[in-house]
């Protein structure tokens, strides 16, 4: 048999959610300015749609964007006016960081702590990648 037919036949025996892919698409953050400040409302949704815990967005949030702050119940209070759309970028660094598999872009992954080294689990495609702490 040639490449093409045994390729054909592989696909064909493949499960269809191996096929679908789904896109997912990360929440943008809604907040409003008080006074110097940026509340932030739905941190608490965005860090549960990619399956992280909300403090350790929060920790990465406040020192990559240099600013002080804190969760005060639901809302995530900044210390100094920040546009969204610089809030949104660094959710997306994150994202890309600690929480899409390197390998198939997937979300479905977990972070390990193994040894002192922080490692990003996919459990879609196996791969084991080690990430830098935050």
């Known amino acids: 048999m040639d490449y093409e037919t045994l ?3 592989a696909r064909k025996n493949l499960p269809e959610s191996v096929l679908v892919k789904e896109r997912f698409e990360l ?9 110097a ?11 549960a749609a990619i399956r992280r815990p909300v403090d350790q967005l929060v920790k ?14 639901p809302l995530f209070v900044l210390g100094t006016k920040m ?3 610089r809030i949104n970028d660094k959710i997306k660094q994150f994202a ?3 929480v899409f598999c390197p390998k198939c ?3 479905d992954t977990d972070l390990k702590k193994e040894g002192g ?11 084991r990648k080690p990430v830098k702490s935050f």
């Not at 990465?60 to 119940?73: D, F, I, Q, V």
């Open 60 to 73: 990465y949030l406040l020192k990559e964007l240099a600013t002080p702050g804190a969760m005060r119940g």
């Open 83 to 85: 546009p969204a759309s």
């Open 7 to 9: 390729l054909a036949r």
């Open 117 to 127: 080294v922080t490692i990003l689990s996919c459990s879609v495609c196996g791969e």
């Open 27 to 35: 929440p943008k953050v809604s907040g409003r300015l008080e006074g």
């Open 105 to 107: 872009g997937k979300p």
């Open 37 to 47: 400040k940026t509340v932030i409302g739905n941190l608490v949704q965005i860090a």
């Open 96 to 98: 890309e960081t600690f």
